[in-house]
């Protein structure tokens, strides 16, 4: 049926991004296309937003705002709470943090998790979780704050076994502990060092361009806040 070719759909979105994310947009287009050709239901709020989602890799802002709000539309019409998790990290981790400001968007992704966590979807409740650590980063929260969410959710990830969602928040976590406690003591740092490098070594073996990206990019962002600008161009390039 098409219900279940959609649920199919959705369950294979999450371990596309994990591992194979250039069999994502394949899989969002289909999605997306049995809606158009058969109608909406509940399902179809989770192939709008990732359509959404999938529309600011092309710089559509327009495009992607109306189908993110056509996606919640769907969401509130169907009182699919079972989603709201899905739909909203998505969305406001997607769209509306392009189209207005970061701190708006913090309690509806908290929200996300809480319903997750409710509904027993776990692996995209934690996404939401370890998604309010990044927007919050992004808009400037206190970062001893972050930090404290950042262990909280660390514990509970691993307690659930979401150990995929855990690596995506690493680098993160690397990113907020620098700034707050810089050291030069030479154990210490190459400690640091031999850690995240195993880690780094350990995603270029499994091919996680993500998460890779992720630390070259926050590396870059933390050398930068220090003053140290030309190794800050190199992790860029």
């Not at 049995?34 to 092309?58: D, P, Q, R």
């Not at 880690?199 to 073996?205: A, T």
Request: overall charge neutral.
């Amino acid at each position: 049926s098409k219900i279940s070719a959609m649920k199919f759909f959705h369950l294979l979105f999450l371990y596309t991004f994990y591992s194979k994310q250039c069999y994502l947009p394949t899989l969002i287009i289909q999605s997306t296309q049995m809606t158009l050709n058969y109608g909406i239901c509940k399902e179809s709020s989770i192939a709008f937003s990732a359509c959404s989602y999938v529309l600011l890799e092309f710089q559509d802002f327009k495009g992607s705002e109306h189908v993110g709000r056509l996606s919640l539309g769907i969401l509130e019409k169907f009182k699919a709470q079972e989603y709201i998790s899905q739909v909203y990290v998505l969305i406001y981790v997607g769209i509306f943090s392009w189209v207005r400001n970061f701190k708006l968007n913090l309690e509806p992704i908290m929200i996300g998790y809480q319903m997750g966590m409710q509904t027993g979807d776990i692996q995209y409740a934690h996404m939401n979780a370890f998604s309010n650590i990044r927007v919050g980063f992004i808009a400037g929260l206190n970062l001893r704050e972050l930090q404290k969410k950042a262990e909280k959710f660390e514990k509970e990830m691993i307690e659930y076994n979401q150990i995929a969602v855990y690596r995506y928040m690493l680098p993160l976590k690397w990113a907020v502990l620098d700034l707050m406690f810089l050291t030069d003591d030479p154990l210490v740092m190459d400690k640091k060092c031999s850690e995240q490098n195993s880690f780094l070594q350990q995603m270029f073996d499994s091919h996680n361009l993500i998460v890779i990206c992720d630390m070259y990019i926050l590396g870059s962002i933390v050398a930068y806040i220090y003053s140290k600008y030309d190794l800050a161009a190199v992790l860029m390039q």
